[in-house]
């Protein structure tokens, strides 16, 4: 932990630092587990689940009589939230369709875009020290309302060989039947080349550790699309006297326990503000029950005084966070300050947490700065569009000079003739 | 040039076969390039254009007095020309602008997305054989709609050390100033990473030759964003009896005049309609400037009968065109069978050199079969969307019990407390 007065520019390259993911070495492990199972298939997934998570998962698919027992497991409180949040996600992303706008950019001349599914997806979903089902929904609800006809779903077995019933119990919410029990890079190696269990699908998403992210860029060089890099998530606030120091340092801890890599920075207008907070995080870390992780990921937190709050937001934006709460007052107006983030959470009732589960929108979102020229996983990310152009001849004939000039200049003779050609047969 | 006639769907994958592109002995050459310039920069661009150009460009900077002399070696008929595709093509694009809408997902939850510029874009134009002023259309108009404070424009000069006026031109009637006198991967490098007279940017637009393409995957994997994968340019063709096969063969040997590695596919529903085709081919393409290379990617285009309309439009579907027309009279209804492609073009007078130039659409089109997961060039490639969200205290009272569930379920203990704390607090 740091406390940083008035930083001069130069040392806001250090502020913003990110650690350095070394995936170099990695490559090595990852590749050979990418051309196993590309060769092998399913029997090589079966393995690495063995070698890896110490899984023994003979058969890949979830069975009904799983999805069955899962939901007998799952308490009716915990299924009337994800309800609700489910709700929520929906009629956010729901909104996000696009309408089909016919332009007529010349008398003639009609272009419109169509929205059109991408056709298979797989959603990567994490195990390990938690069980991520509200992952599922992020990705999973976006899939469905975008129309996706075959969504791949890969998730590890716990050491029962069983997946977490939340998992199960949210997939079949959702209408989801092709659930894998598999995870780590052979995952990704099954989803992007198919095996006999496993189809191939056209683009993956989700978040995973560092094999899993590996993986991902390795298969996008294969032409999978993928749908970010991925880094360790993050979280920036700007805070000021009108802040609530507890709820600030809550909604720091809640980022801490996500693993030790996390990433807080916090910029306040005063040290006074941020020595409340700090005193608040002191008390309430003790009875936290990750309180090992969280420890280790404090230490990475950075916290920065910066009286002028346009340099703070010239920082914040330089930061590019995944999450950025602005815990003030007039968080409203401030909020036209930021130029970078994945998601923004105003005001001291704009929990964090909020977001990662039931305000509706979505918690896959861009880390390590890349919030500078990526979006946050939306409806979009399961849609392709496709431009359209219907010309009738007399909409050829208003436009067909200016292709003809401008083929020429580019010395394409043949795609002047093409416009040439239809213009002279007269009809 | 081959015909096959009713193929089975085993086939299918020998037909829709791309070249492979081995650009993995590219990537130490280009690997090396890139470190250069990161390390030496500006010095190092002029050494390689240079090296590779065989171009003197002390300067990399266009000057004002050189953007003035490029006016005057335009004629008034090409700017007209120029003109009014920029007007067609700001006319579509201008029209993807998304309106800001809130949610209100659950009273007293606030939630919306924001489109906001990405900041610092980067477009590469080539020159060489053909110098490419519609492309810096393409990219140019998108990037100025949509609000980027930087836009970097790199394009080689030729032997002259001059930049095409034709180039020139455009970008200042599009009001863009930073253009570079550079091309291959030295420009990218310089875009990615930034020298003196190049800053950097957050993301990198535009076709190239493979060292260009190398360069780009390459940067990527360093965070900078990348339009999309490239691959040689592509043109599928549905046509039945009511196509007119001259328009078809002109399209044809349009696509083909890109270069020896354009990719044609022709399905028609009767051997008659092929024959016709290829006969208008054979008269046509003696005329025309670039028939050498015309001869040369005529050999890998590949013609199919399918009299089943279903059939044929899997088989497009599968092959996922870059550009995709549907020379026939029912065109409007089979472009409902469309899947995958990038841009299509229905009807006997919906030309493909009508949507390279000027009817509006985007010409940066997603080939190698990437039209599966990637959409073209439009507006949202130069915008990300940040998602904001505010709850008031009654909102997070309508949600609280829900994000404390999920939390709890999941083991994330600091989540759930994140609002426990904010509704024990009363105020």
Redo the contacts between chains.
Sequence with gaps: MEIISEPEVQQWLTIIRRPQLNNITLQDVVGKILRDVKEVGDTSVINYNLQFDGVKTNGLLVTDQEFEEAELLVTD??K???T??K??IE??HG??L?KE?T?E??PG?F?W??S?P??KVGLYIPGG??????TLLMLGIPAVLAGCKVINVCTPAGKDGKINP?ILFTAKMLGLKNIFKTGGAQAIAAMAYGTKSISSV??IFGPGNQYVTCAK?LVS?D???IDM?AGPSELAVYANETC?P??VA??L??Q???GADSQVLVIANSRDVIENILFEVEG?SKN???KDI?EKSLQNCRFVVLKDVGEAFNLLNEYAPEHLIIATGN??QL?DK?????????????????????????HTLPT?????????V?L?SFI??????????E??LN?????E???E???????????K??LN?RK
């Design positions: 409180e915990l009337k939230a994800i609700m949040a709700n929520n009629k956010f909104a996000q696009e706008i332009i950019t010349t001349v272009c875009r169509r059109v991408i056709e020290s938690a069980p991520l089902f509200s939340v056209h683009k860029q060089r032409g999978i699309a890099p609530e507890s709820f809550a909604d801890l809640s801490a326990e996500h309430q936290l029950s990750r969280i968080a409203d909020a930021v130029m970078h983030a994945g998601s923004v959470f105003l005001g001291n009732y704009s929990a964090e947490s909020a977001g990662d589960y039931a305000s509706g929108t979505n390590n700065g890349y919030a500078k020229a990526y979006s946050g939306s979009d392709k569009k496709i431009t359209f152009q219907k010309l009738s001849r909409g050829l436009i067909g000079k200016t292709v000039l401008m083929a200049a580019e010395g394409l003779d043949a795609h002047a003739e093409a416009i050609i239809r047969l």
